[in-house]
């Protein structure tokens, strides 16, 4: 059924204090997990997301998957009106009783904007962002979305922002 449904489903079985998506693609080093949590604990933030933009130093060729994910960003940050540099990216950090409470209905890729826009909707949340390496793959190597999904992922966000 997708990212979406799999997340709702080990969201049932969450028994920490946090909870953090990782993808089993390994794009990102699950070691920069730390970071996000060490971000959270010294920063009293509620939700942390790891940036694969922040990181300057990384290679990072032009794509049309990167002016997606650059879009998609921006229209998530301009409808919120809050700053965020990665809307699209794998780790998200989030205290388990503030995930767990979302409703989360998405169960494909639009669980990413569903989640980004219900979490940065609501102005007492906590959030932050820490710069995390990345290695991207191509579709040769696996990679799965395409523009249909990045054409939900606009509606996903508009749908959740206003609903």
Sequence with gaps: ????????????SATGDYVVIQDADLELNPEDINLLLNESVTKNLDVVYGSRFLNRTQNQKFSLSLV???????LTGFLVQRDITD????????RSEL?????????????EPEVTMKLLRNRSIRFGEVAITYKPRTTEEGKKIGWKDGVR??????????S
């Design 1 to 12: 059924m997708g990212k979406g449904a799999a997340i709702r489903t080990g969201l049932q």
């Design 68 to 74: 997606a994910n650059k879009f998609l960003t921006w």
């Design 87 to 94: 809307m699209e990216t794998c780790y998200k950090l989030v």
């Design 99 to 111: 995930i767990t409470s979302l409703c989360l209905k998405e169960n494909r890729f639009g669980f």
């Design 153 to 162: 992922a606009v509606w996903c966000l508009l749908r959740y922002r206003f």
